[in-house]
């Protein structure tokens, strides 16, 4: 826990550090130099992300990306002024000539486009990539758990907060710009305006994000009898009943959510759901055990579906298959609820009377069996005919031979022959994994 708030102290540092390394370079470096370094300070933040996102703990690099992007964007508007700078006659923003020799003041770019970018990823509701593949590899404590929560709180803090400086920024020293910037050279106040002051701001930001990282670092993490993240170590087990084409279901209280009149949210789940002590790897014996303990249903067949692993608060949750025989009856069990098809999950889901955990389990056992049945491990249709979809059956998950556990088919339910970007994006993952 403590490597996870501190790396958002980290990202901060070395992104923005990035960004403001190149402000503070461009007005210095001959302008052929620009957009090359610009590239190569995009080309480090992907492979900062690279390693980031292989490590066996999660790690958000979900703003190192988005500064990723605005180097890039700095590096294509760079090798423009590049090109436009080679022409005669030319004039600035402000109305001066100048030529190829002239000083480009980099903060005048970079502040407006990093706004511009942080503001489209602010307000951008749709989750991007880079956090769909992390909930893809750690299921259940990034999409519901603390650390999930503490992640995208904070990126929405440190998005809010450079918005806020770019602004800053963009009004003060384009102000000065029209109003007192020669560009023969730089004197004492250009270099104040466009190079120390930015500097500044940086060093200020970053001391000013340690001590809150801190803060959040002693609340959460230095003593043990005021932890609030450090519960007792637990697993807890879910199991999926599974009879002919049905799921039993029956109505649950949703912790922590609540009408705005303090009412109980209730939304359906599975019936059979265990807390036991803390178990790092499952143990399909013990789950047989439980699940007979739990429900007095003991002719079931018990299998393990995916393992929702926690290795920040160890707090993990094991997912299984309990399929039932054609004439189970659950009325003499300990458990209840009803049957419902394929059909009535999607119809409930989509009217948000599902709880979120079932949600991510059906639409994880979906996206994988989907992928495996109409895609080879390449991403190569199996089938002829271009977007063809198999049919997906619940009494069919029993016979089937593929391991929900691989998020390799969640990547390739991403990335498959009937994507338009299909050959790009295996090209270029063929290169990032030849890189590393």
């Keep these: 826990m403590t490597a996870a708030i501190f790396s958002l102290w980290r990202n901060w540092a070395v992104a923005v550090g990035m960004l403001m390394v190149l402000a503070v370079l461009e007005p210095v470096i001959p302008r052929q130099y620009l957009a090359p370094v610009n590239f190569l300070f995009f080309i480090a933040l992907e492979w900062m992300h690279t390693v980031l996102k292989r490590r066996e703990v999660p790690c958000c690099s979900r703003f190192i990306k988005e500064v990723s992007i605005v180097i890039l964007l700095l590096g294509v ?17 402000n109305g001066q000539p100048f030529n190829i020799d002239s000083p480009v003041i980099g903060i005048l770019l970079a502040a407006p486009v990093t706004a511009i970018v942080t503001l489209i990823f602010f307000l951008n509701h749709r989750e991007p990539a880079v956090c769909r593949r992390c909930k893809e590899r750690f299921g259940n404590v990034i999409e519901h758990g603390f650390i999930g ?7 929405r803090y440190q998005t809010g907060l450079l918005f806020v400086l770019a602004v800053l920024l963009t009004v003060v020293d384009w102000g000065y710009y029209f109003t007192n910037y020669v560009n023969i050279n730089l004197n004492r106040p250009d270099r104040f305006f466009f190079i120390w002051m930015p500097l500044t701001i940086y060093v200020l930001s970053v001391v000013y994000l340690g001590v809150r990282y801190y803060s959040l670092w002693v609340y959460y993490c230095k003593f043990d009898e005021e932890h609030l993240v450090r519960r007792n170590s637990s697993t807890l087990i879910r199991y999926l009943l599974i009879n002919g084409d049905r799921l039993l ?63 920040l608060t160890y707090n993990n949750i094991f997912h299984y298959f309990a399929f039932l025989p054609e004439s189970a009856d659950v009325a003499d069990s300990k458990i209840g609820g009803e049957w419902l098809t394929w059909g009535n999950l999607r119809q409930l889901a989509q009217q948000g009377l599902l709880g979120r955990d079932l949600v991510s389990e059906l639409m994880r056992i979906y ?70």
């Design 249 to 311: 279901v029956e109505m649950h209280t949703e912790d922590g959510y609540n009408f705005a009149n303090g009412a109980k949210i209730k939304r359906f789940d599975t019936p059979a759901i265990v807390h036991t002590h803390y178990m790092e790897n499952p143990n399909l014996a013990t789950a047989i055990s439980l699940f007979r303990e739990h429900t007095h249903i003991n002719d079931a067949e018990i299998r393990l579906a995916y393992v929702s692993p926690d290795n």
């Design 149 to 155: 929560d503490l992640y995208r709180r904070e990126w």
């Design 367 to 436: 996206k994988v069996a989907m992928a495996w049945k109409t895609y080879d491990e390449k991403g190569r249709r199996l089938y002829v005919i271009k977007h063809y979809k198999p049919t997906f059956r619940l009494r069919d998950i029993r016979k089937w031979d593929v391991d929900f556990n691989d998020y390799h088919w969640l990547a390739v339910d991403r990335t498959n022959e009937d994507k338009f970007w299909y050959p790009i994006k295996r090209l270029f993952n063929k290169r990032m994994r030849a890189g590393s």
């Design 77 to 93: 508007f760079m090798a423009a002024l590049y090109l436009f700078a080679r022409g005669d006659n030319l004039f600035e923003a």
